[in-house]
């Protein structure tokens, strides 16, 4: 029920400020009652016009052709007050603003429409990739999560940024973050692919190396039958995915990441913070098998105890200020200090928005991961 209600107050028409109604009756009542003041030979009914129009980019059909109507009430009142309705020049002031209040009307319907359904698009979009990107467990053996996805404002417009944990049977915890190149269902529905593959491999509890070589051969395969239907239109290039995949063991004060092409993650220790990158890069999964001699080779990095994993996407280090300059996501975090998973992308939410004006270009998703101490 409660789901319902929310699509509903999606689909509503949005609600303005007093003060942005009551502009268009203030003119009304400044143009009449200054028309009425001046001589007979000036006019000013003509300026009435302004008042549905205005209201037209703002409010919704109803609305618009109410003010045409006092608009239209008022030149009237005008008119009687000095001559009379019928005179001719004030016969085609009525007539001028008759018909553009029909026009203004028609395009605030026409607006509120729009408004609608892209607010459903929008709705059904976001729906869609909380089914595809399942919420991380807020646990794993002795690693808190946390994980956030913050959607770009581009119409309903589905992204192709994954993460997802799973436990493999020797007590491990096993992280993917990804961006699939491009935008719209075929990144979705690749990203989607990439994500089941990842689950199904944690039951088969292959190693780190080898359950990325899988997911290479898995998105190669359907990235081959995705352009053999298409008669193979597309260039082989076309189709990649950057992925950072991630074992973190229970026990063991470390953690092995093997890097396709994807940003490296952070690590935040004592204040500072750690670049992990790897001394041998793989190419993003799709194009492994076109480059000769590629390995998905698994490094070992420190991650002790109180020190905080961050994942991320390129849509946070992409995200651009006003004067064109990339956020630094580095040196924002380590001027914060400590904190939990929580706490650091609530505060690095907040911060990046700020950053790029209150809206971002391209989806962002960020995990942070913390380990406690055992039985902690």
């Known amino acids: 029920m409660s789901s319902l209600r929310f699509l509903h107050s999606l689909q509503e028409p949005r609600r ?17 009652v200054v028309d009425v003041l001046t001589p007979p030979a000036v006019h000013l009914g003509p300026f009435l016009v302004a008042a549905p129009a205005m209201t037209a980019s703002f409010a919704g059909p109803r609305t618009t052709a109410f003010v045409g109507a006092v608009a239209l009430a008022a030149d009237a009142f005008v008119a009687g007050s000095r001559a009379s309705v019928t005179d001719l020049n004030h016969t085609y002031q009525l007539a001028a603003l008759f018909l553009i209040s029909v026009f203004v009307t028609f395009f605030a319907y026409l607006r509120v429409r729009h408004e609608s359904e892209m607010t459903h698009l929008r709705w059904v979009a976001r729906a ?8 991380l467990p807020e646990r794993s053996g002795p690693l808190r999560i946390a994980s956030v996805y913050l959607a770009a404002e581009e119409e309903a417009q ?15 915890t096993r992280v993917i973050i990804g961006d699939v ?23 088969h509890d292959p190693g780190l190396s080898e359950a990325v070589d899988q997911l290479e051969a898995g998105v190669a395969a359907d990235r081959s039958d995705t352009a053999g239907a298409q008669g193979a239109r597309e260039d082989s290039g076309e189709a990649f995915v950057t992925a950072a995949v991630l074992d973190i063991p229970d026990t063991d004060p470390q953690l092995q990441l093997v890097s396709c092409g994807h940003p490296p993650p952070l690590v935040v220790r004592a204040g500072r913070v750690h670049t992990l990158e790897v001394r041998e890069p793989a190419p993003p999964l799709g194009l ?5 001699g590629s390995v998905f080779t698994a490094e070992t ?34 001027s914060w200090g400590t904190g939990g998973p929580d706490a650091l992308l609530e505060r690095l939410c907040a911060d990046l928005l700020r950053h790029a004006g209150g809206s971002l270009g391209d989806d962002a998703a960020m995990v942070a991961i913390e380990r406690l101490p055992t039985g902690g």
């Open 16 to 32: 303005h400020p007093k003060a942005l109604m009551a502009a268009p009756f203030a003119l009304i009542a400044a143009v009449t």
């Open 128 to 135: 869609v990739q909380r089914v595809v990107m399942r919420p």
């Open 158 to 172: 589905l992204g192709g940024d994954l993460y997802a944990v799973t436990r493999t049977a020797d007590g491990t």
């Open 181 to 203: 190149r491009g935008k719209g269902l075929d990144a979705m529905g690749e990203a989607a692919g990439v994500l089941g593959a990842f689950r199904a491999l944690a039951h």
């Open 288 to 292: 492994g098998r076109l480059i000769s």
């Open 301 to 334: 990095f420190d991650f002790g105890v109180g020190d905080i994993l961050l994942l991320y996407t390129d849509g946070v280090i992409e995200a651009r200020d006003a004067g064109g300059r990339f956020y630094p996501l580095p040196d924002r975090i380590a």
